[in-house]
Every structure is written in C-alpha cells, then in structure tokens.
C-alpha cells in the first residue's frame, strides 16, 4: 500500500504546469468583472469622447446602449472561442492551443489598453470581443488539458481548480477595479489590460510543459512520447499502470465515438435531454447572474446606496462567490443533483424578489434600512450561485451518453455565451425604459417558469451511469412521449 502511494505522486513538473494554466489560462475569467466596478468612470470617459469627437450631446439610453455592446462584445467573442475548441485542440494538441490562446490574450488586453491613449472606445468592443475568443477557448482546453494531464484519481481535484481559479479571478478584478487600486480616471486602461501580463508568462512557461498524454496517444498514436510525458508527470515507477488506464479509455472512446451536433435534433429520444440541457442553462443566465456579474456595482448605485459602500459591496459579493466557490466540489459529490440544483435555483429567486423589494422600498419610500437587504440579498445570491457553480455543467454532461456528451456540451456553451450577450446588451437600455425595480421582473417571470419546469421534468442525473437500472434520461423520455401520446 505505501509502496502504490510512492508510484502514484505527482511531479513537481505536473505541480507547475497546473499552476501555469490556472494562473494564466483560468484567471482570464476576470475579463466578465472587471467592468463592474470602473462603469461610471468609463462612461463618462465614452460621452466626453464622442462629445468632442462628433460635436453632439448623447442621450442616457444611447451612452448605456454603447455601454452595453462594450461589456457585451464579451461573450460574443466567448460563444465563437467555445466552439474552436474541438477544431483546434484536435488539430494542434491541447498545450498548443493554450498557447495559441495566451497570444490572442496579449493581443486583446494591448487593445484593450490602447483605447483610452488613442481615444476610440471602439478599441474596447474589438479587444473584448478577443478577449472574450479567449475566455471561450479557456472554458474548453483548460479542463480538457488539466484532466487529461491529471491521473485518474485526482482528475476531480484538478477540474475544481480551474472553476475554483475562474470565482477567484472575479473577486480579484472587483477589487483591482476600486477607485484606490487601478479603477480611477487616469489608471483604468492598465486595470482592463491587466490579463495580458498574465498571459504572456503561460506563453513564456507553458512551452516547458509536457502536451496531454491522451492527447499524444489517442490523436498522434505517439506511444513513446505519451510513456515520456506520464514519466515527466508521475515518475518511472508509475508509468506502466498509467500508460494501461489510457489504453483502455482510448478503446472505451473507440466504442462510443462522438455523436453529432445534428444528432440531438434527429434522434427523438435525445429531443427531451437536449431541453433539459438548454433549460438548465437558461435558469443560471436568467437568475440574473450576468447582470450581476456585470452591473452590480451599477445595481447598488440604483438602490440609493453611496457610491463608496456600493463599489465596496460588490467586492463583498465578489468574495462570497469565491469562498463559496471553494466548497462546491465538496458538496457536488455528497449531495443528490437534482435536490441540490433545485434548492439552489429556488433560493436564487427568492433572493432576487428580496433584492427587487428592497430596491424598490429604497426607490419609492427612500428607507435607509432597505439598503441592508440589498447587500444582503444579493451576497447570499452569490454564495448559493457559487457553492453550486459546476452543478449545471455536471447536469448537463449527465444528461447524455457517453457518445453524445460533446453535442450536448455545445449545446450548453451557445446557451450560456449567448444568453449572456443578450442580457449584456439589453438590460441597461430596458433599465432605462422602466425604471430599476421593474427592470427585475424578466428575470422573476423566467426563473419563476424554469423552476416550476425543472422541478417537474428534471431527473436525477448523478447515478445515471450505473448499468444496474434503466438510464434516468430514456425513462422521462419515455414517460414525457407516453403523457403527449
């Protein structure tokens, strides 16, 4: 037993690859946020630009409308990265395409940078519209890259990494985002750059490190390379056991090759999990968490808080989510799926009506109390967002076979990425059209139907693997064509 122990210990080359990745590749996250704290001061920057730029006064609803493509540009550069993660991973290897990554991140954060010098806020749209191919390639290598580098049993350690790296990068781009820090008039340009340095060391180091083993193995039939890199990760003694655990899951992969996108439209019995997959999704963006991510600082603001207290409260948020972050592939493993992700999403609304009262008694009766529940609402929101963070994409790899797993994945990223630019774009202009409190109301309606959805036709998913009882998936399919029949 101590023997097996010895084998199986990681290197310290492994240890500094990871870190590489996370701290270049998983922070660039960091992107989403950033935007939140440094709103006012950009906007003012953006109306006196165009002001002087085209002699002309802009309106409130145009200045947000500009606002919201800026912050927007994001996940439409995301939903494009996602779906290159296939095409280039297989084609030039996963540490490659990291690579190929942190240069376009260099290229975006340069731009980014170069906005404010060069007074042409469309610099901010092109960068983050790059950053955001960035954050889309990173949600898809970097867990891609980290597992497959990762022997077995600790593949589940190395996947909470990256997701507990991502909530980190959120609460650190709030706080680099304060007035006092890099979020004034005169230093915000270096606080959207900021990813590039980080960046830049993944490229300086990551060619250093080994590229997948799987990756060697199932796409270059490179047996020797694949036995030299589980060397470099595991030591000599480990190889053997290693090399045989890939060989079996590359006939397993064999067996089961990837369905097709189009698959999940033809095949009626995947109709039902490719609508539990977009529903899922649809519930995360419409609890309001892009808004959140993105205008919170704004959204306190509104609520008649101090400017001060409010930039203050959105780090507050920014932290919950991380240390809650940390707990969740804890409670991931020990709690059923569905009870979990529904509890999670009910406890989202309910904080999101409290938040829309509290904003509105501060709105319309200008109670000093109020305030309190406004900060409280919305950091309780991001800690049970963030004890859950991998819940909906552990869901949705759930719902489908091994074979269709990949479709339905992407399925999941035009979702997310593309709700997300939606709501990016549109919710400070609907803002501005009916007011603060009432512009929550979408977000009530919608998550209010999804939750009534899911709790009827969400199965249990976390034990749909075992080949003791039918697949929970093909039962509600079943069920749902008998109830339509």
């Known amino acids: 037993m101590v023997k097996e122990e010895k084998t199986s210990s990681l290197s310290l080359r492994y240890y500094l690859t990871v870190f590489t990745v996370v ?8 992107s989403f946020c950033i935007v939140n704290q440094v709103q006012r001061v950009i906007m003012e ?22 606002w919201s493509v800026i912050v927007g540009s994001l996940s439409i550069g995301a939903l494009i990265g996602a779906f290159l993660v296939k095409t280039l991973s297989e084609k030039y290897g996963r540490k490659n395409t990291l690579l190929i990554n942190g240069v376009l991140n260099v290229i975006g954060a340069a731009i980014v940078f170069l ?39 600790h593949r589940a350690a190395a996947g909470g990494l990256h997701l507990i790296a991502v909530a980190f990068s959120n609460a650190f781009a709030l706080f680099i985002g304060l007035p006092e820090i890099l ?19 993944l490229c300086i180091i990551l060619p250093f490190c080994p590229e997948s083993p799987k990756f060697l193995l199932n796409n270059r039939g490179d047996t020797d390379g694949t036995r030299n890199v589980l060397m470099k990760i595991v030591g000599e003694a480990g190889v053997d056991a290693e090399f045989q655990v890939l060989l079996e899951e590359t006939c397993d992969e064999e067996e089961n090759h990837n369905g097709h996108l189009t698959d999940l ?45 409010a930039r203050y409260a959105t780090l507050g948020v920014g932290i919950m989510y991380f240390l809650s972050s940390c707990l969740a592939p804890f409670m991931v493993e020990r709690l059923k799926r569905r009870s979990f992700y529904l509890f999670q999403r009910i406890a989202s609304l309910a904080c999101l009506i409290c ?8 709105q319309y009766e200008h109670k000093e109390w109020a305030s309190y529940g406004t900060i409280t609402s919305l950091i309780i929101f991001m800690f049970l967002y963030g004890v859950g963070s ?27 990425y593309g709700l997300a630019f939606l709501i990016m774009l549109f919710y400070l202009p609907f803002q501005q059209l009916v007011g603060v409190t009432f512009s929550y109301l979408p977000f009530i309606t919608i998550s209010t139907i999804c939750c009534i959805l899911l709790y009827k036709y969400l199965p249990e998913t976390g034990d749909s693997e075992t080949k003791e009882k039918p697949h929970p998936i093909r039962v509600s399919t079943r069920s749902l064509h008998y109830r339509m029949a």
């Open 390 to 416: 991998p819940l909906p994409w552990i869901i949705n790899l759930e719902l489908f076979s091994q074979k269709y797993k990949s479709a339905g994945m992407s399925v999941s990223v035009f979702t997310v």
């Open 265 to 309: 439209c033809k095949s009626p019995d995947l109709h039902f999990p490719t609508l539990m997959a977009v529903l899922v999704m649809v519930a995360v963006q419409f609890s309001g968490l892009s808004a959140v991510m993105g205008y919170s600082t704004s959204m306190f603001i509104n609520a008649k808080l101090d400017s001060s207290l």
């Open 23 to 30: 701290l270049g590749g998983s922070s660039q996250f960091y």
């Open 45 to 66: 920057w953006i109306e006196t630009t165009y002001e002087a730029r085209l002699d002309v006064e802009l309106n409130e609803v145009t200045l947000h409308t500009i």
């Open 115 to 153: 906005a404010k010098p060069f007074s042409l806020p469309e610099l901010l749209v092109l960068g983050r519209f790059i950053l955001g191919m960035n954050i889309g390639l990173t949600s898809g290598v970097i867990p891609l890259y980290l597992t497959e580098l990762t022997p077995a049993r």
């Open 355 to 362: 938040f829309t009262f509290f904003t509105g008694v501060q």
């Open 183 to 201: 979020g004034s008039v005169e230093y915000w340009p270096f606080a959207f750059g900021l990813p590039g340095v980080l960046a830049l060391s």
